[in-house]
C-alpha cells in the first residue's frame, strides 16, 4: 500500500497543518508502509523525515506567507484573490496541477494507493482531485485540518456569506471524489447540517493529532528558578492579537520576576517589539524557528501561553501539542464560543482568562505560585481522538 499526504509547509519549518499531516504520516511509515508527502519547496535538501519522504513542488512567495511581508504583500496577496474571486479560496490552478503530476510521479503503476489532502491548501485537495479523474483507482481521503464552510467573522477582503457559498460548493465538488472525509471534532456539528447529508456515510470525526509524549519527556516536575512562559504559533492583530497578554506580562514584570518567549510568525512584531523594550531581559521574540527548536523552548518552559481567536470555530492545533507536555497552560481569549475553553477546562490544568477581566492580573499571578504536570497518560484518555495513531487507524481502514 503507497501513502501519498498532500499538504503546504511541511519540517523542518512546518506549518500547523504539515505538522498534523507528519504526525499521521510517520505512525503508517512506522507500520512499514510506503509513505510520502508532496508539500511546498523550501529550499531544504532533506528528502526523509521519521521514515516519511518528502517531494517538493516551487511555489511563489505567495504561498510561503507569513504574514511579515509588509504592505506590498498584503496588496498583492489581495491582488491574487481578487483575481481568482470566483475560485475562492483556491489561488493557483497550476500548483494544484503540480500536486498531481506528481502523485503521477509516485504511483509507480500501483493500484493500491491513498491520496490524503490536506485543507489547507485547498490546491492540495483539488490536486487530488484532478489525479483521481486521471487515475480512478486512487482511493481519495480529505483532511479537513481546516474548513471551507464553517468560517466565522470578517475576513477583511470577502464577506461571510461569499465565503460560507463559496466553501460549501467546493465542499460538494470535492466530497464527492473522496472515499473518506476527515473532519476536526470541532467542527462536528457543522458537518451534520443537513446540506451535507448524502455525504455523512463518507465522513469520520477525528481530532489534531498532536497529543504525543515523544519530544517532551523530561525529569523535572517542579520549578527550579524564575518561571518562564513560552508562546509558540502565528499571531494575528484582527485574528490573535497578544497586545492584553502582553501587557498584562509587563504589569507583573515590575513586581515579580518571569520570563516570558515567544516564538513564531504574524504581523504583531511591533507589539513584541515593544514588549521586549518595556520589559527588557525579561521578554524574548525568537520570530519562526524550526520544529526542534521550538520543541526545545516548549520542553525547558514552566508555563505556556494560548491566545484564542477574535472569532473562530477552529480551535488551534497547537493547544493539543501542549497538553501533551501536561504542564500548565495560560490561555486567553476574546470569542465568547472560543473553542478552546471546553478543551483546556478537561485538561483541568489551565487557567482561562478573558482578556479585560479585571482580577486577571492577580489571578495570573496566583496561577504562577506553583506547577503541576499531569502524567501523559491521564492526557491521553481525555483526549483519545487527537492521539496520532487514531487518525492513521482510520486512514488505514479505509
Known amino acids: 500500500m503507497i501513502y501519498i499526504f498532500l ?34 519547496d523550501d529550499g531544504d535538501k532533506e528528502k526523509v523525515f521519521d521514515g516519511v519522504r518528502v517531494v517538493k513542488i516551487p511555489v511563489s512567495q505567495d504561498f510561503q506567507a507569513t504574514g511579515q511581508g509588509g504592505r506590498f504583500q498584503t496588496l498583492h496577496l489581495w491582488w491574487l484573490k481578487l483575481l481568482n474571486i470566483y475560485r475562492y479560496p483556491l489561488k493557483s490552478i497550476s500548483l494544484a496541477k503540480q500536486y498531481a503530476e506528481e502523485i503521477g510521479n509516485l504511483i509507480k503503476g500501483e493500484d493500491d494507493v491513498k491520496v490524503i489532502a490536506s485543507y489547507t491548501p485547498l490546491e492540495a ?23 471551507l464552510s464553517n468560517e466565522k467573522g470578517n475576513s477583511g477582503f470577502l464577506p461571510l456569506r461569499y465565503r460560507e457559498w463559496q466553501g460549501r460548493r467546493w465542499e460538494k465538488i470535492l466530497f464527492s471524489v473522496c472515499d473518506k472525509i476527515l473532519i476536526m471534532e470541532c467542527h462536528q456539528k457543522h458537518y451534520q447540517d443537513s446540506f451535507f447529508e448524502s455525504f455523512q456515510h463518507k465522513i469520520a470525526i477525528v ?19 524564575i518561571p518562564v512562559i513560552v508562546f509558540a504559533g502565528t499571531l494575528y492583530k484582527k485574528l490573535r492579537n497578544p497586545q492584553f497578554a502582553c501587557d498584562l506580562f509587563t504589569s507583573i514584570s515590575r513586581s515579580q520576576n518571569i520570563k516570558v518567549v515567544f516564538m513564531g510568525s504574524g504581523d504583531c512584531d511591533d507589539i513584541l517589539d515593544q514588549t521586549r523594550k518595556n520589559m527588557g531581559g525579561s521578554f524574548e521574540y525568537l520570530g519562526m524557528q524550526p520544529h526542534q527548536v521550538a520543541d526545545k523552548n516548549i520542553k525547558e518552559a514552566d508555563y505556556l501561553l494560548s491566545i ?17 507536555t501536561g504542564k500548565p497552560i495560560i490561555h486567553f481569549y476574546t470569542y465568547e464560543k472560543d473553542p478552546c475553553i471546553v478543551p483546556f477546562k478537561d485538561y483541568g490544568n489551565a487557567l482561562i482568562i478573558r482578556e479585560g477581566d479585571k482580577d486577571a492580573e492577580k489571578r495570573l499571578q496566583s496561577f504562577l505560585t506553583s506547577r503541576t504536570v499531569l502524567p501523559f497518560l491521564e492526557v491521553a484518555k481525555k483526549f483519545p481522538l487527537s492521539v496520532p495513531d487514531y487518525t492513521a487507524d482510520v486512514i488505514q481502514n479505509v
Open 7 to 40: 499538504t503546504n509547509q511541511y519540517l523542518p519549518k512546518p506549518g500547523a497543518t504539515g505538522f498534523c499531516v507528519h504526525m499521521v504520516a510517520k505512525c503508517l511509515a512506522a507500520r512499514s508502509f510506503d509513505v510520502s508527502v508532496i508539500c511546498y
Open 125 to 147: 485537495v483539488y490536486g487530488m482531485y484532478l489525479a483521481k479523474k486521471k487515475y480512478p483507482q486512487l482511493k481519495c481521503i480529505y483532511y479537513s485540518t481546516d474548513t
Open 207 to 225: 481530532n489534531f493529532p498532536l497529543l504525543s509524549p515523544a519530544a517532551f519527556i523530561q525529569d523535572k516536575s517542579e520549578m527550579t528558578g
Open 308 to 324: 484564542g481567536n477574535a472569532e473562530s470555530a477552529m480551535a488551534p492545533s497547537k493547544i493539543y501539542e501542549y497538553m501533551s
